[in-house]
């Protein structure tokens, strides 16, 4: 996927957006001004104030657009299918994404204190529910939320990394050995670890499923498996 299969149509939405695109994807977030993207898409800036508030927000829709457009490529994983290998699958296709759009990626990772950009969220999404289904087999080491945060950072950390290098001189395995350390200290080969962490962690996925609780209990429940599945350190 790339960058310039952002939001196409004829609105003044959809040609707001696909400027914006091209202006970031050519030039980067400096590029992107309300004026040029007025002149590109053949609109004047209050239109562009209207659809989208201001300058971040037009960013952010051209952030969650073009990561939307990517993921509706993808298929879910066949029934069957190792969770810790989907777990690498997914790893591999969001180097492959943030590589393929440098500019985009960039804007979606870009830090925010306490918040994380809209345009992540879906993206954050998928990768719970990977996790979950390494959980749910028994084969997580640590905490769900733990292993999600260790994931996320270390992946897009690795991508980040890449993309500042020459397109030449990109070592890309350093996104394997990073990929297999982060996936050493967050799941097991074995289903089922013995003790308390492995078997927290197992109910804790399927907590969900239990109907004999009510939300109150299951809720007293989670946090009980949470200080279980990751105590403090």
């Keep these: 996927m790339q960058v310039d299969d952002v939001a196409a149509g004829d609105g003044p939405r959809e040609r707001i957006l696909a400027a914006t695109a091209e202006l970031l994807a050519a030039g980067g977030r ?23 508030g201001d300058k971040q927000g037009l960013l952010d829709a051209v952030a969650a657009e073009g990561f939307a457009a990517y993921l509706s490529g993808k298929s879910a994983p066949e029934p069957g299918t190792d969770p810790v290998d989907d777990l690498r699958a997914g790893w591999d296709e969001h180097l492959e994404f943030g590589l393929a759009n440098p500019a ?5 990772c870009e830090p925010r204190p306490g918040a994380v950009p809209p345009a992540a ?4 999404e998928i990768l719970t529910a990977r996790v979950r289904r390494i959980a749910e087999a028994g084969r997580l080491r640590v905490g769900e939320d733990r292993a999600v945060r260790l994931v996320h950072a270390a992946g897009s950390g690795t991508t980040i990394a890449l993309i500042a290098m020459p397109e030449g001189e990109r070592d890309l395995e350093l996104s394997v050995l990073a990929r297999e350390a982060v996936i050493a200290a967050i799941t097991t080969d074995a289903p089922a670890e013995s003790g308390p962490v492995g078997a927290a962690v197992a109910l804790r996925a399927a907590l969900p499923q239990v109907a004999a609780l009510s939300e109150g209990e299951r809720g007293l429940m989670r946090e009980w498996l949470d200080r279980i599945a990751d105590p403090p350190r």
């Design 104 to 108: 985009l990626y960039l804007l979606m």
């Design 30 to 52: 400096e590029a992107v001004s309300t004026r040029a993207v007025g002149a590109a898409a053949g609109v004047q800036a209050p239109t562009i104030y209207r659809l989208f």
């Design 121 to 124: 969220v879906a993206g954050i």
